[in-house]
């Protein structure tokens, strides 16, 4: 999905203390972090530290192998959530089956639902995840994964749950000059064709998605295949389209329509507008 694509990595870099007891002091506190366009706060747990910002998503990572994901959204229901959870899973090739039912409870007032995962990486080793979703009265939530070796579970636990504990979620800032620079009509085609002994295909795909500058959209999408194939003729094509409401939130694009809620990373200039791995012209 678009989740984890059409990003930019930022490495945190750590500044040596200048005397041992401000490295120990540092160590034993929680840090503050934030993700400011989304107003989201909260306190790194100690011993754990943020390495890399992914878009909307913040990487912390911890002992033992152990690593946090955490990512602020357009969350209305916690299945919004979990749908966003299944797409970074399927984008990191890391399947998860839970473990028992969710379980649902509050974070200083705000809905939240959690639950474990068993998973497994790409080298086969023994995994289990803690899943959590937290919802904000703005239609905004956090998505948050903690994965960690199936024998560190429970300190990763506690770690996830002094996290969440702190966890302040307030109105996200909208960027109102960048969705007024976005505004007209973006096009993106591709098309193929394949000629062999037996006949010749061509396919060809094309989407645009038009912005009015004030927070409406509409979209249409067509594919189409053609040609023949040992003199039987091959046809089809088929058309979508999608129209409603959309919003900046720092680079992330917010679209709300007939087909649900979609949240894109994305870049821009005056002529180009990339987003999972896709590159739309004006």
Request: one cysteine or more; hydrophobic letters at 40%; proline letters at 5%.
């Amino acid at each position: 999905m678009l989740l984890a694509r059409a990003m930019t990595i930022q490495a945190v870099t750590l500044v040596a203390s200048a005397s041992l007891s401000a490295q120990i002091a540092r160590m034993s506190a929680a840090t503050p972090s934030t993700a400011a366009t989304w107003n989201v706060r909260y306190e790194i747990p100690p011993g754990w530290r943020s390495i890399q910002e992914l878009g909307r998503m913040r990487v912390i990572e911890g002992p033992g192998g152990a690593t946090i994901y955490l990512a602020p959204g357009p969350f209305a229901t916690t299945d919004d959530g979990v749908k966003e959870l299944g797409a970074f899973l399927n984008y990191v090739s890391m399947p998860a089956q839970p473990i028992g039912a969710p379980a649902h409870f509050r974070v200083s007032g705000m809905p939240a639902m959690s639950m474990f995962l068993q998973m497994h990486d790409r080298a086969g080793r023994d995994l289990r995840g803690l899943y959590m979703c937290v919802l904000s009265p703005h239609g905004t939530g956090v998505n948050f994964i903690a994965i960690t070796p199936a024998e560190r579970l429970e300190e990763t636990r506690a770690a996830a749950d002094r996290l969440v504990a702190t966890l302040t979620i307030g109105a996200p800032a909208v960027n109102y000059q960048l969705m007024q620079a976005i505004a007209g009509t973006w096009t993106l085609y591709s098309g193929s064709s394949d000629r062999g002994g037996t006949g010749s295909i061509s396919t060809g795909h094309d989407e645009s998605v038009e912005f009015d500058g004030r927070g409406r959209f509409a979209s249409s999408s067509s594919s189409y295949t053609s040609g023949s194939v040992s003199g039987t003729s091959v046809t089809g094509d088929s058309q979508q389209g999608d129209a409603g409401s959309y919003t900046v939130i720092g680079n992330t694009l917010l679209f709300r329509g007939r087909n649900g809620t979609l949240a894109v990373d994305f870049t821009y200039d005056p002529h180009h507008l990339s987003a999972g791995g896709r590159t739309f012209i004006r």
